[in-house]
């Protein structure tokens, strides 16, 4: 099954990986423990060129959290100022506020050079490290500036904002407040994000599923794998697909029909689904499943890549970045 990324919409780039909180829900398991640094201005020229090459419209920009590099920051969002591709909104958990002066004069000058809208991150994982007062004092500077506030996720924010603004509240202080079914609501509302350290955060709550289960549902991943939107390409380079965090393809291959030898782990997910991933696991690396099961078929997925970067020291570029494993 030949397969190639030929056009592109909207997606988002990810200039770091380093975050001021270890959020437990994290797709891109950021966190303060991640590499540091920020994406050079060359490899954002670089995926500039590539992204209008496939007619790329449109990008956000996240972490990490990338308001911890404010000068570099505003240095991608002038590269993307002067190209073709629209910068949508930047992402940010508002970590790093401190006065109403400074936050102003940061983003006046993101503003001056095309930031339109910012996307604040608020609900109970972030607010375990996070004061929503913050949030509130970096949605009050933007508005008076003319910049556009949304708030993500908005169907938890009552929740969030019936306790203390000033302080930080503990996930356990959620669920003694709104139960334990309360997990339900929060997986429904970060379903698009459920991979990477969110299959841990939510493993005790939701129902999981043997190897047989997962192997009935499963239909092949080859529609698991959309390109034209949703897309992420990060500091290093590596397209992600939708959805499908450490699964990878070099941004120099976006246009190209797509090596098997080179992406071996990708090909086998395309053509045979977990399953093959799966029966390759265990027959040549004897992978063990977990025998209390698995969450879905995505979560069975990343522990079996995980297995193969972590104790098999694999290393290929479809399985990328590596410290997305073993961070």
Request: glycine content about 6%; proline content about 4%; some cysteine.
């Amino acid at each position: 099954m030949s397969f190639s990324v030929t056009k592109l919409s909207s997606g988002g780039i990810m200039t770091n990986y380093d975050c001021s909180v270890s959020c437990a829900h994290c797709r891109h398991k950021a966190s303060p423990s991640r590499n540091g640094g920020f994406i050079t201005s060359e490899m954002m020229d670089k995926i500039i060129i590539k992204l209008e090459s496939v007619g790329c419209k449109s990008v956000h920009i996240e972490g990490g959290e990338p308001f911890l590099y404010p000068n570099k920051l505003l240095r991608v969002v002038k590269q993307l100022n002067n190209s073709s591709i629209y910068l949508e909104h930047i992402v940010t958990n508002c970590s790093w506020y401190q006065n109403q002066k400074d936050t102003k004069k940061l983003l006046n000058e993101l503003k001056l050079n095309g930031l339109t809208r910012l996307l604040l991150k608020v609900g109970p994982f972030q607010n375990e490290n996070i004061p929503l007062k913050k949030v509130q004092n970096v949605a009050k500077a933007a508005e008076q500036l003319g910049i556009n506030v949304m708030i993500w996720d908005n169907e938890v924010y009552p929740e969030v904002s019936s306790f203390d603004p000033s302080k930080t509240h503990s996930l356990k202080q959620y669920l003694k407040k709104y139960g334990n079914s309360y997990m339900n609501k929060l997986a429904e509302c970060y379903n698009v994000t459920f991979a990477g350290r969110s299959f841990e955060a939510f493993g005790e709550y939701l129902n999981k599923y043997s190897i047989s289960e997962l192997f009935k549902q499963n239909q092949g991943c080859d529609k698991d794998f959309p390109t034209e939107n949703h897309f992420h390409v990060d500091m290093y380079g590596n397209f992600i697909f939708s959805h499908t965090n450490g699964v990878t393809i070099n941004i120099d291959d976006i246009g190209k029909e797509l090596s098997p030898k080179k992406y071996p782990y990708l090909t086998i997910l395309l053509n045979g689904g977990i399953n093959s991933l799966y029966k390759l696991a265990t027959n040549k690396y004897n992978f063990k499943p977990k025998a209390e099961g698995y969450l879905s078929k995505c979560h069975l997925c990343y522990e079996v890549r995980k297995f193969l970067v972590v104790n098999n020291n694999i290393e290929s570029p479809d399985l990328q970045p590596l410290d997305f494993y073993t961070e």
